[in-house]
């Protein structure tokens, strides 16, 4: 319980006035969910019709992510607002993209990658304006060499495809750019609905191995994108540049969350 420990600890400095940011990610263990009785465990602290939908997913590792997924967002939000599990209440919008019913200070974001599940929260002074946040995992997975680049075109700017051609690096170029532009589909809650080629992020032909934080603009929002690494996938969160000034860490700190940190929270917190 040393994660969970170290984000209440944070978590609840962020009171009145002061903002927290942070990412949280728990890598999908499939041999360890693999074992029914911690599979049905963690089950249990889902309302029924979310695990009918995971057990309606086709393949066992498409049901684990969207276990973890579904976890980890119960967790967070939870976590965050000091709300028991059982009271923390969803909505959604006309996309599909979940919001908090409870409390409108906590923005957050999901997102599904290869190996892991992520959710990025703000944690804002309360407000009666809702913000929104995105997040995206982008693996390196995803690209398939030089050659197939082209079958791609569509999905970037003309400045974008050009840059990407010209690096030394098109494997990490491709896995960040792609990271930056469903993020930010992740902050409008628009999804697949969107035009990727028009969300354009210019020259870029590197990805710093400390991470990054990209500044632009889109339809007269200025935008922070914070983005860093996560074994062999890139985490990116964007959120509004107005709200990131709040948050004193500066990019949000990443939290490693265990499947066993999972059960043990969800066990010790059950009222019912």
């Not at 700017?157 to 010209?166: D, P």
């Amino acid at each position: 319980m040393v994660q969970t420990i170290e984000v209440l600890n944070e978590v609840s400095k962020a009171a009145g006035e002061s903002w927290w940011a942070g990412v949280f990610v728990v890598e999908v263990k499939e041999d360890v969910l693999a074992d029914e009785f911690t599979f049905e465990a963690l089950m249990r602290a889902l309302p029924l019709d979310s695990q009918a939908r995971i057990l309606n997913k086709k393949s066992f590792h498409d049901r684990c992510s969207s276990l973890c997924s579904q976890l980890l967002q119960l967790f967070g939000c939870s976590l965050a607002t000091g709300l028991n599990f059982r009271e923390v209440e969803f909505e959604t919008g006309s996309f599909g993209k979940p919001f908090l019913a409870n409390d409108h200070s906590l923005p957050f974001s999901m997102s599904t990658g290869e190996q892991c599940v992520a959710m990025s929260l703000v944690k804002c002074a309360k407000t009666a304006k809702y913000q929104d946040i995105g997040i995206d995992i982008a693996s390196v997975c995803n690209y398939s060499g030089r050659e197939e680049l082209e079958l791609f075109k569509e999905v970037f700017s003309e400045g974008e495809f050009k840059a990407l051609l010209s690096s030394s690096d098109p494997c990490t170029v491709f896995t960040y750019l792609w990271s930056l532009k469903e993020s930010y589909t992740k902050f409008t809650g628009t999804g697949l609905n969107t035009d990727l080629s028009l969300i354009d992020f210019g020259n870029t032909t590197f990805f710093p191995v400390k991470g990054a934080s990209t500044y632009k603009t889109f339809d007269g929002v200025s935008l922070v994108f914070h983005s860093q690494w996560f074994n062999n996938e890139i985490i990116t969160t964007c959120m509004p540049r107005s709200m990131s000034d709040n948050i004193r860490t500066g990019r949000p700190k990443l939290y490693t969350i265990s499947l066993s940190t999972l059960l043990d929270y969800f066990i010790e917190n059950d009222d019912i």
